[in-house]
Every structure is written in C-alpha cells, then in structure tokens.
C-alpha cells in the first residue's frame, strides 16, 4: 500500500474519531442536564456506545500500521512486549505535594513502549501547593511511536523548565493550554508518520478543593470517592497530532478529602485472561472498589493481587501506565499550619 492511500485511510479513521468523540462529549453533557432519570440514563448509555466506537476506531488505526509494517520492526517489537504481573509491584513516588500521596507503575520499562507519566508542582490556593499530572499513550510501536513519545516529553520537559525559570512559554496552570501546544509541537512528526497521541493533562488543587483538566482522546480518569462511590472524568477532545490548529479546554471538577484520582493507559483495561475475556473499564473500576483505600499504594497493592487472579498465569501483551493519587485535607493543614 503507498503512502498515499495510506494517509487517506488515517485521514478518514481521523475524521471518524472526531466525530465520536463529539457525539459523546454531547450525550454525556446532555445526560448532566436532564432532569429526567429515564432520560439520564438512556443518554448515559449512549454516551458509552460512543465511547467504545471511539475504541474500535483506535483499535483500527494501529492494525493498518501493524498491517503496514507487518515483517517489520513493528511486529518485532510488539512481540517483545510479553510479561507477567509480578508478585512485588515496584510502584515509583513521582513529585508530589502536601495533600496528595501519589504513586506510579509503568508495566513493564520497554525501550519501544508509548506510555509516559510526568508532573509539574504549582502554587494552589491560599497558599497552598497544587500538582500537574500529564498522562499519554502514543498509539502502536515501534521507532516511530518511540520517536514521538520522546518527542512529548521533549516539549513537556521544556515548558516545564521554561515555567520554573520564571519565563513560561504558556501558562502551565491552565491545562488546555498545555495541550495546545504540545499538539501544534508534535503535528509535524505525527502527520509525517500517521501516528497518533492520546494524553490527559490534570491539575489536582487540594487546598482548593479541585482539579482542572484537558484531555486529548485518553482513556477516561476514574475517581474513588471516599463514600464508596465513584466519577468517571469523562469529557474528552481530538487525539494529539490530528489538527494542528485545534484548541483544547479546560475542565473543573471538585475534589473530597478521602477522594484517589486513578490515571491510566488503555492497555490496563485491554489485558486479557486465558478465557479472552477482557478486564475492560468496569472490571477494573469493581477491582478498585474493592481495594483498600487507605492510601494511594494500599490501591495499587491491592489492584495488582486482583490483576493476578484475573489472569491466572497469563501473560500481559501491552504496555500500561497506572498512576493513583490520594487527597488528603489534613496534610494541606499541617502544612499550612
């Protein structure tokens, strides 16, 4: 297949990728607004219908590159990607602030992996520090989808370095922003190469009681609330490197003390038993509504024993990232005080 009829295929899957994402971010928007409950839920279940077109559509996209490269170096390398959970979880503390007790895992450390995690430290409100947390996924593998990886945390490293030296490229507190120009960054190389990044990008502000995020097409945050309840942080935009001139927005939700913020990479929710069922969103939101949630670790301990029954043995044929950050009021005290 040439280039050319190559470009058009992802421009279509793009296209059709959009107007997914659309469609659900109306039908999730519509179902907040209905004051019917008949109608909030039929709205519910269509905003979920779009989000798994949406899926199938990604799915699509990264066979026509495994299809495109097939006896390449593409299929070496996913082959490689091939592990068992262990028994001892080596989770990692990335920055934090006071409030927030974070902890993170990527599974496993693959030179031609596309997941990535990082994270930013602010001044919140009333004195207080708030914390950045950008989560991305570069769609397949490979050189090409390595190359692009290292090419976002390039441009994140830079805005980053350019904000906590006082001369800021973009307001990093502002996460649409930061979207923005990440997509206008990598757009070149992704247009070149037909590869694609979803991200999100979070602020978490427990002295203000918040988060802001944008997300561009990522795998929908999961928020375990402290009454046993749960949020999905549903809202999403276009994929990174699909538009260049696109413009993201931000997004507010309020935050409880007691609350975990759960980030992840699709290919958690992709992992798959010897009995092909997949773990899928609600297999692993019931995992961590089971979970002691005593801290951000206790979490990740405890989801990853019930990973391990789930796949009995089998092996993990995909990278993830897995990220979960606990809010805690008392610590914001403390330190205020």
Known sequence: MDTARKRAILRV???????????????????????????????????EEERKHRYYLRREIQKIHKMLDSGGEEMITRNHVRFQIPEKIETRRIHTVPGIDLCAVAMPSELFGGDY??????????????????????????????????????????????????????????????????????WPESSSCGRFVTALYTI?????????????????PVIIENDGH????????????????????SVEMPVRDGDILVLFTDGLTEIMNRDEQMLERNGLVQYLMKSRRISAQSVMNDLFNHLREFLNGTAVTDDFTLAAAKINLADVQKSKD
């Open 230 to 249: 749960y949020r999905h942080i549903d809202e999403t935009e276009i994929v990174l490197g699909a538009d260049e001139k696109y413009r993201y927005h």
């Open 117 to 186: 995690l990082d994270s930013i430290e602010f001044p919140g409100l009333e004195g207080h520090r708030a914390l950045g947390i950008l989560i991305y996924d570069v769609m397949g593998h490979g050189t090409e989808s390595a190359h692009l990886k290292a090419r976002v945390k390039e441009v994140f490293g830079e805005l980053r370095e350019l904000w906590g030296r006082g001369v800021p490229r973009v307001d990093m507190s502002q996460p649409h922003r930061v979207m923005d120009v990440l997509n206008e960054s990598i």
């Open 204 to 220: 978490i502000d427990p002295g203000g009681r918040k988060l802001l995020y944008a997300s561009a097409g990522h795998e929908p």
């Open 13 to 47: 899957l793009k296209t059709a990728i959009q107007r997914e994402t659309d469609a659900f971010n109306y039908y999730h928007k519509a179902s907040q607004e209905s004051p019917l409950p008949e109608t909030t839920a039929l709205l519910k279940q269509l905003a």
